[in-house]
């Protein structure tokens, strides 16, 4: 479906509306990538400093990047409308099939495809596959226009998973399908229960109660149309802020590491773009032969291809530990990620005009 005329004028003045923050987003993103990499760099020990800076496995600086960003995001949601979207049975089933069926799955091929002679590369990559992503999905989910209903039940959806089924499926896929299929010995991953638990509490559970608690007291303070049209604007560019805070961070901690070892670093990237790309597509594909309206289908296909690297990087680190090939792949993940899933906003916004939802 091709915008009408009326649509495009309204798009074009939308454009010129839009802070400089908004407007040139990928430009800001890539100059927190180049800072993070130069801070890694070229300042002693900062990747030091701010690794020790870390609370039972979890780093505060991105700690602290991934509330704030959050926050805004899930006080936005209309939680009284969550029920709309628990009901969507489609939405949901796919959803779960999509994430803890297809998507570990992906990563397991790719991954021995890949890396056959690197086996702690390998068991890095599918450790990222296992980790379904929490935290900054909402971001990019609200960036591509997506449900922010939707992605609260998908994300919290997603942790209940990854609670139960996690170290399951990490014992399946590192040990019991290589030796099923005759690929050779697997490997055990020890992997705290507690560990999962403190990653789903500090990075969806306390901003979606942050969120929850600062929409109903707004509401009830100063009604729903002046929270919506006066409050949310206030606190909205504090979203990007933490996106690119957390960009920031991520790049320092591993700036050296990455520089280094560039040959590395690009043989892991490559099935990770790949698995990115079969991911976002093939569940945009889906949800649009599902019938799913655009905003739904953005945020399947969004929630389907972000990883929680937070978490990754922690079960690597703690099994494998810090300077193991394991925990080189999980870094690697979100370094790769964050420009792929910023360059997929802007084809999903794309693919927006391209179609007729319903």
Do not use: H
């Amino acid at each position: 479906m091709t915008l009408t005329e009326p649509d495009s004028e309204a798009a074009v003045t939308l454009t010129r509306r839009l802070s400089p923050l908004d407007r040139y987003l990928a430009v800001w993103i890539l100059s927190a990538m180049a800072a993070g990499l130069l801070l890694g760099r070229l300042v002693p020990g900062i990747s030091d400093a701010l690794a020790a800076v870390e609370v039972g496995g979890i780093s505060l600086p991105i700690a602290v990047g991934l509330l704030v960003m959050m926050y805004p995001v899930l006080a936005k949601v209309r939680y009284n409308r969550l029920d709309a979207v628990t009901g969507d049975r489609r939405l949901m089933a796919s959803s779960l099939v999509v994430n803890w069926i297809i998507g570990p799955a992906v990563m397991f091929a790719l991954a021995w495809v890949f890396l056959p002679d690197l086996p702690e590369y390998r068991a890095g990559l599918i450790i990222v596959g296992l980790a379904r992503c929490i935290a900054m999905v909402i971001i990019w989910n609200d960036l591509a226009c997506g449900d922010r209903e939707a992605a609260a039940v998908l994300v919290v959806l997603n942790s209940l998973f990854q609670v139960a089924a996690f170290g399951l499926l990490g014992w399946f896929y590192l040990d019991v399908l290589p030796r099923w299929l005759g690929l050779g010995d697997g490997q055990g991953l020890d992997v705290s229960p507690w560990q999962i638990v403190l990653n789903v509490i500090v990075f969806l559970g306390l901003p979606l109660l942050a969120g929850f608690i600062t929409r109903r007291a707004g509401e009830k303070r100063m009604g729903e149309a002046a929270y919506e049209q006066v409050f949310l604007p206030r606190i909205g560019p504090w979203a990007l802020y933490g996106l690119l805070f957390t960009i920031v961070i991520l790049f320092a901690l591993q700036g050296e590491t990455v520089t280094s070892r560039p040959l590395d670093v690009a043989r892991i990237a490559a099935p990770l773009l790949i698995y990115f790309a079969v991911m976002f597509f093939g569940s945009f594909a889906l949800g649009k032969q599902l019938g799913l309206p655009y905003d739904r289908t953005a945020t399947l296909a969004f929630t389907a291809a972000g990883n929680n690297f937070e978490l990754a990087i922690a079960v690597a680190i703690a099994t494998f530990g810090v300077t193991s090939g394991q925990a080189l792949s999980g870094v690697v993940g979100p370094l790769i990620e964050v420009p792929v899933l910023i360059g997929l906003v802007y084809v999903s916004l794309s693919l927006r005009g391209r179609f007729t939802w319903t």
